[in-house]
């Protein structure tokens, strides 16, 4: 038989796979390599948009006979930690197609599908009075989020979000779909958890779901003129906490913006927040001393647990960003006194302590290649780039805002945060690098997949 196809990669999937991919010279190509960040200009060989696990498998199969790559992606929201990847040889699989979410109350679990969000995980939980250990964003997905790592609201007492995966279906390089969990594939299983997209396109997860309806959450906040008074007093105040509070505190300095609530627009703001798995009576006695500063606003009461997503503020929309982090083993009065410094850098948006420690730190028992985190606050500072002449001036401030961290700064980087920039995702996988990349190349010897912060 006379072979159809071109010697062209690009019209090799366009005759394999039609319509389910957007080649560069379609209209459609630029809206489907747009990710959620959108400082991120990604310009992939194609966007493949996948609407079952059956599409993964004849996308992956063909983008392998096309002599191509195959980058998975969900929201785009780590599209920066892919940024210093060449995607000019890669199909760029966007799961936008890919959501859906089933509950099973007796096992509290779910079954997930690969590209579904934490806010279509919420929607399905709450209704069981069950919830989840996601993060501070409901926009971000599950995959992306949770096997490289996640840190939740929870995290101080429940641990990564990581260790709350039960089993996984992925795509392997070979083009096979396959089930990894504790008894099936379990070197891909404890590869995958951490390894992420490295080891290939994940359909679906399964994760635990926890019996918690509502919780004690919210936020402080005050004018950044009292910075000076809140920060060493909440840095006091993480010596004592205990672990079933997990909060942070963010300097942060919004432009005037109408679409922005007149509490935030054109504002320079401390805010402290999270949750505290505890009786109204004992959270309300452990927050006593920041409620001593006189918040501006307090929003600290008891409110159903999925509407812990939206207490952090994160931005729906897409949004141009930079950001840096770094761990930190401790918060002396030095580094306190380097946090209030670093909050005023001129185009910094906002700096962040997020108090870790805890859970975050013990690894779990047959846990993956990332189970714990090293570090009692991760350090984020965060710019935003508008415009294309605003992303060297912004990388180059979320740098320095870190940079004076380095006494405290502890050998370790939280997965989820790393964000391109030059940053070696090795930090992030500690002891398990070597044998993750042994891994990687028993289940993808050809380096078929392209995955932010690569193994
Ligand atoms: C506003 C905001 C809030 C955040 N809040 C938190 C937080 O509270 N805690 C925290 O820990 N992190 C947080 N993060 C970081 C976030 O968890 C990571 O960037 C995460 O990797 C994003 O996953 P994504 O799939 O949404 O993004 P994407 O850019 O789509 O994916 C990032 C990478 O994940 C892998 N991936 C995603 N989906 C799949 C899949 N189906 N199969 C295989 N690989 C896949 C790929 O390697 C991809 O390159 C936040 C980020 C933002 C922008």
Redesign the pocket.
């Known amino acids: 038989m006379t072979s159809h196809l071109t010697t062209d990669p690009a019209q090799t999937l366009r005759e394999r796979l039609g319509d389910l991919v957007v080649l560069p010279d379609d209209a459609e190509y630029d809206q489907a390599r747009m ?3 959108t400082a991120v200009d990604q310009r992939p060989a194609a966007v493949a948009r996948p609407e079952s696990a059956e599409d993964v498998v004849q996308i992956v199969r063909a983008a392998v006979d096309a002599g191509l790559r195959i ?9 920066a ?2 940024a210093d990847t060449d995607l000019s040889d890669c199909v760029l ?1 966007s ?1 936008v197609g ?1 959501r859906g979410v089933t509950v099973d109350v007796g096992t509290r679990s779910a079954r997930v599908l ?2 579904s ?1 934490w806010d279509d995980v919420l929607a399905a939980a709450a209704p069981h009075g069950l919830t989840a250990l ?4 409901g ?7 949770a ?7 929870y995290v101080r007492e429940k641990g990564l ?1 990581v260790n709350s995966v039960r089993a996984v279906q ?1 795509v392997t390089a070979d083009g096979s779909l396959v089930r990894a969990s504790a008894d099936e594939n379990p070197d891909l299983f404890w590869a ?1 958890r951490g390894g ?8 679906s997860l399964e994760i635990d779901l926890m019996p918690l309806a509502d919780v004690y959450a919210g936020m402080l906040l005050w004018d950044a003129s009292r910075a000076a008074e809140v920060v060493p007093a909440y840095a006091a105040w993480t010596t004592t906490a205990p672990e079933s509070a997990t909060t942070t505190l963010r300097v942060m300095h919004f432009p005037p913006i109408p679409d922005l609530p007149p509490f935030l627009s054109g504002r320079d703001l401390v805010v402290i927040d999270g949750a505290i798995l505890e009786s109204d009576a004992a959270a309300t006695d452990l927050l006593a001393p920041l409620r001593a500063l006189d918040p501006e606003m307090d929003t600290f009461a008891r409110i159903p647990s999925a509407g812990l997503v939206a207490v ?1 503020m ?2 729906p929309d897409p ?1 141009p ?1 930079l ?1 840096a982090h770094a761990m930190l083993g401790s918060l002396p009065d030095e580094a306190v006194a380097a946090f209030l410094e670093a909050s005023a850098l001129p185009g910094v948006f906002f700096l962040e302590l ?1 108090h870790l420690g805890g859970a975050a730190t013990r690894p779990a028992e047959g846990g993956g290649a990332v189970s714990a985190l090293d570090g009692e606050f991760l350090l984020h500072a965060v710019a935003l780039a508008p415009v294309p002449e605003a992303l060297a001036p912004a990388g180059a401030v979320v740098q320095a805002a870190v940079a004076s961290f380095a006494p405290w700064q502890v050998d370790a980087l ?4 790393i ?1 391109g920039g030059g940053v070696d995702p090795a930090q992030g996988y500690g002891a398990s690098l070597d044998r993750l990349r042994e891994l990687k190349l028993r289940f993808d010897p050809e380096g078929r ?5 690569a193994v």
């Open positions: 990710p959620w960040n980058a998975p992606q969900s929201t785009g929201h780590g599209a930690a892919l699989v799961l890919l690969g590209g969000v996601h993060g501070s964003s926009g971000v997905s599950v995959a992306g989020y096997l490289s790592g996640g840190l939740s609201f979000a992925v995958v992420a997209g490295s080891f290939g396109v994940v359909v952090h994160d931005p949004t960003a950001t997020r939280a997965l989820t945060f964000d997949f392209a995955a932010a912060r």
